[in-house]
């Protein structure tokens, strides 16, 4: 027995106290270590250097929404049509994603107030499989849009996606178009169709629902683009500007409406319904 053993051995140690693992968050832009409660008080934006982190669908919709807002049913759709399987069977990874969540898909609907404006809001969720787009996304988005229609409401979306779902193949590419007209019915209607891209928003997303609204709201430094930077520079053989892709340059280019720090975006929301949504005959 070492010198070290002995004196640990006889020394009157205190056992060691678990400690929770996201006791600490690190920044993934400064690097900075924040304490994770000051994090998650600051709606999940570092409190140095404002980056914006990802929110989950719940975490989304009590940002936006009024206390007491009401949540849809998820769509029912055919799971794993294709039968597809890569490293691991698709409804594997459905029912991993689904342990980590508290809804069924990357797609939630509801129906609330926004500062006593109705209005339904659909959030999707980097969380669920990177927030892919499939058939329970495309018909949770399109029900959604449904529901708008019925109540004579504005639809809400914020989108958080890297693309189509790649298991579920021509059928995830099918909610593009399916999508895109429901979009033209709200219009067609007189109602308001506001989107807000968070980071990241890309892909058969971005081609589709993400960028078809009246107004489009961005959170700062958000992910907006269809194919990645590395695929556009490959294809055209030139070095794309610094910040390309970030909502601050297709603001300032004029794909995006507005950039909006999460703090305001609930009021400055309001303010958008507030002078787009029908007013009531008096």
Known sequence: MNWFTRVRNSLPFVPKRSTDDTLWIKCPSCLEMIFAREYRDNLDVCPRCEHHGRLSADARLDLLLDAGYSILPSPEVKEDPLK?????????????????????????????????LEAVVGVQ???????????AVGTAF??????????????????????????E???????????????????AAGLPYIVILSDPTTGGVTASY????????????????FAGQRVIQDTIREQLPEGFQRAEY??????????????????TLATVLDYLAPKQAA
């Open 84 to 116: 597809f399987r890569d490293t691991k069977k698709y409804t594997e990874r459905l029912k991993q994603a689904r342990a980590k969540n508290s809804h069924l898909d990357a797609f939630t609907v509801a129906h609330g107030t926004i500062d006593g």
């Open 125 to 135: 969720d980097f969380g669920f499989m990177g927030g892919s787009m499939g058939m």
């Open 142 to 167: 399109c029900e959604g849009a449904e529901h708008a229609l019925r109540i004579a409401a504005p639809y809400v979306v914020v989108t958080a996606a890297g693309g189509a779902r790649m298991q």
């Open 169 to 187: 193949g021509i059928l995830s590419l099918m909610q593009m178009p399916k999508a895109t007209v429901m979009t033209r019915r709200l219009k």
């Open 210 to 225: 993400a960028m078809l609204g009246d107004i489009h709201i961005a959170e700062p430094g958000a992910l907006i683009g």
């Open 250 to 267: 297709l603001h300032k280019h004029g794909m995006v409406d507005m950039v909006v720090p999460r703090k305001e975006l609930k009021d």
